[in-house]
């Protein structure tokens, strides 16, 4: 089991075009943006680096929840940072929460935009009349509402994205509404950066690889 960290000559941020990280846990590569970053705090905690922005040494892992709870209990990191360090037992779950937390910033930012609509009725005109990129449903929206919807988004035939992943509660917080159950995304530079967090967080959920067509949009 390899616990390659990045290449001494690549900048520690691992934003460089074109650069490949290496997985502590499996060996596979891929880009970094592709992949998950891990900085050391300066008490020996390993911390998650979701946007790949803290000082220091990093260690990588695939973008999957599995791998990181495997590089968690096994020793991957004492290995990749070549020194003791403390770990958190829930450490899986944890970057699961921040890279859900990092999408709805993204989508307050959708918001600030002004290219998202909330409410049924708004986001169902959206739908219809082809203005929508994503649709977005809360996880305990009524499914014969979801489904509606669905159905409408299907057929404009515009590939609109759908995505149950996040509760009202949290949609109501980033898009500074309330009782917040069905919204829809115009298309724009701040939709597409918040789907591509979304992409994130369900390829770390589902094992899948960033760029790929996932099964569907939620959370298993």
């Known amino acids: 089991m390899l616990a390659s960290v990045e290449k001494p000559h690549e900048p520690e941020d691992g934003t460089e075009r074109g ?13 970094p ?48 940072f070549r020194r003791p360090v403390e770990v958190s037992k829930d450490l899986a779950r944890d970057v699961d929460e921040l890279l859900a937390a990092d999408a709805l910033q993204f989508l307050a930012l959708v918001n600030k935009a002004g290219l998202a609509v909330a409410g049924t009725a708004k986001v169902e005109a959206a739908l219809r009349a082809g203005r929508a990129a994503a649709l977005i449903h809360a996880r305990e929206g009524a499914s014969d509402g979801i ?3 669905d159905r409408i988004a299907h057929a404009s035939g515009r590939g609109v994205k759908i995505i149950n992943l996040f509760e009202s509660a949290r949609l109501d917080l980033a898009l500074g509404r309330t009782n917040v159950i069905h919204a829809a995304l115009h298309a724009g530079p701040a939709s597409a950066a918040f789907l591509a967090k979304v992409a994130r967080l369900i390829a770390y959920r589902s094992g899948a690889v960033v760029g790929s067509k996932p099964a569907a949009a939620n959370s298993p």
């Open 147 to 149: 489904e509606k919807l």
């Open 19 to 31: 650069s490949q990280r290496t997985c502590v846990v499996t060996g596979q590569t891929g880009a």
């Open 33 to 80: 943006e592709a992949m998950l970053r891990f900085a050391l705090s300066p008490a020996g905690v390993v911390t998650p680096d979701i946007r790949r922005k803290l000082p220091g040494r990093g260690v990588w892992t695939q973008l999957d929840a599995e791998t990181v709870a495997r590089a968690a209990a096994k020793g991957g990191f004492a290995r990749g």
